[in-house]
């Protein structure tokens, strides 16, 4: 069995956190369209004469953009982050013996 290389461990630590907050990011958008266009159909079904469709969808939709921001485009600065973090406690810990 071959060693793994600390930085190809960084490599594809940050590859499988990407996925997984693209897969989870894919899943609430999926929520979002299915039950958004379900309140659009029962709006116009049950309340033709009060639009109100539009206020779950925007504030759920100002939820998800947050969700992309901070969860998929931002990702790589928070996994920097926590590497910097856990490098300076290993750093510590191991001056401090």
Do not use: C, Q
């Not at 979002?32 to 079904?45: A, E, G, H, M, Q």
């Not at 928070?78 to 300076?88: L, N, S, T, V």
Request: no cysteine.
């Amino acid at each position: 069995m071959s060693e793994i290389f600390l930085e190809e461990y960084k490599l594809a630590y940050r590859e499988v956190k990407k996925e997984e907050a693209r897969r989870g990011f894919v899943i609430h958008l999926v929520a979002y369209t299915l039950v958004n266009s379900l309140f659009v159909v029962v709006n116009f079904l049950y309340s033709p004469n009060a639009i109100w469709f539009i206020y779950p969808m925007f504030f759920w939709g100002i939820g998800l953009s947050i969700h992309y921001f901070l969860g998929v485009r931002w990702i790589e600065k928070r996994i920097e982050e926590e590497e910097a973090k856990a490098e300076y406690r290993a750093r510590t810990k191991r001056d401090s013996e």
